[in-house]
């Protein structure tokens, strides 16, 4: 279900060297055990990336449910029995299966989803992944073409002393086989399709809800996208270079699917799940609002363009179509800012123009960081925040590689951020939007609802949006609609 790019080559080379520490030979499947030992390792990471646990246990509960039933159809492996699922702090519309049988739902999804049946093939299709074992048939693939790599270049790499540069030449060449492991990942989410439409068939849920979420999770990114300036050229780059099948191609394999009877009873329980649930974009306590982020936790704000674009994929994401912002809450370790600066080099990455500086009176490291890969040579900005108990670090970046060329005004959205970056009192607690269900009442139209809400933009098209409604459907007298309030 998840929209990605490829995992970055010093991703898998950590993937690796954990796996490799199981005890398993170099290139070869791992086993269910040594997988749980993975996912134990390495899943922490991806959980604080996207924001941590959703902290609502009969949420969570009504989705292991939903697993659970949904699993029992199928035989999986000995070892992953019983699937462990969470809900990921988010409102990216996402899911994924990880290593040693766990699997991911986002609750920005849970509030794209308007049926139970929707739900169920989301699962479904990260069961159809644990199912087959994709996660480690992957890794396995992917230690092969590591392999392959250092085998092919072993001469030049014996001419070379240096381990950085021997790293960026393996890099490099794992670079050019990214449409080789694009392509296996890609007939892994197809197969996983498959298998969701046969748990889905043989627990009676229509088969037709599944291809229609997918259709507005792909609507709500491409709206977002635009939204940002990205154009059809470069979005139709990145899917091209993408290991996710192409929307079209995901609908054409599906085949035939099979429509059926609302389940009331199911939408309902699904309903009032989703109800009160945090709709708005939270990284580690801190909130994006009316273009502002405050985090009251840390007692840190800053200004962000109303037009950009923002994830959890590497802490939060802030992104135009040119340049990216990338901020992280670190716990020093009794570190301090002189310690970072006395970091020159690290790995491939140099550390120029270190300065002790204040930031409407916080103290702040600033620096440029460089990195020299293969001939290119690329850098970003770099500030880290002394909050006390923690760092707050933010890393600009423009474009793709092409930010040792970067001018000021190519750093708009990252000079903006750290000129603006303030303290706010501290209370802990954001002030979030919520999403509210209830049934369709007589008088009510799509226009009136819609003025009802807080959705970003085009609120009508919005409502429509997260409620699956076409452009000229009506609303009907006793149905469930979603706002955000």
Known sequence: MRPRLMARPTAIVVALILLAACGRPFGAVATVEQERQLGEESLPVLINAMGG???????RQ????????????????EGY??????????EMPSAYAGAGGAIFVTRGLLGMVTTE??????????????LKRHVALGIAARERQVKDVVDEQQPRLRQIRSRSTQMSI???????????????????ELEADQLALQMLTAKGYPTSGFKDLLVRVSTLQARKLDAIG?????????????????????????????????DPDGQERLMKMINGMIFDNIYDGGVIKGGVYRNERYGLGFDVEEEVLTDHSRGLQIATADEMVIVRFDRPNDRSLDDIMEISEFGQLTFENQQRVDINGLSALTAEIRSTREDVDTTARLTVLDLGRVFATLIGVVGESEGADASEDDRALYNGIVG????VPKSGVPDVRRYRTRKVEAGDT????????????DKEAALRLWNGLGPDDDLEVGQWIKLVK
């Open 62 to 77: 009504y989705v292991q449910g939903l697993t659970d039933e949904l699993a029992a159809t199928v035989e999986l492996a």
């Open 53 to 59: 646990i959703y902290a609502d246990r009969a949420l």
């Open 446 to 457: 799509v226009a009136a609802l819609a003025a009802e809400t807080t959705f970003d933009g």
């Open 230 to 262: 990205v154009s059809s050229e470069r979005i139709a780059s990145y899917r091209q270079r993408s290991s996710y099948p192409k929307l079209a191609d995901r609908v054409a394999a599906l085949g035939s699917l099979r429509s059926g009877e609302p």
């Open 170 to 188: 393996i890099r490099a060449e794992l670079e050019k086989r990214l449409p080789d492991a694009a392509e296996f990942s890609r007939a892994q």
């Open 420 to 423: 603006s970056i303030r303290k």
């Open 117 to 130: 049946a929707e739900l169920a093939g989301v699962i479904a299709h990260e069961i159809g992944h644990v």
């Open 81 to 90: 029995e019983p699937l462990r699922v969470e809900i990921l702090d988010t």
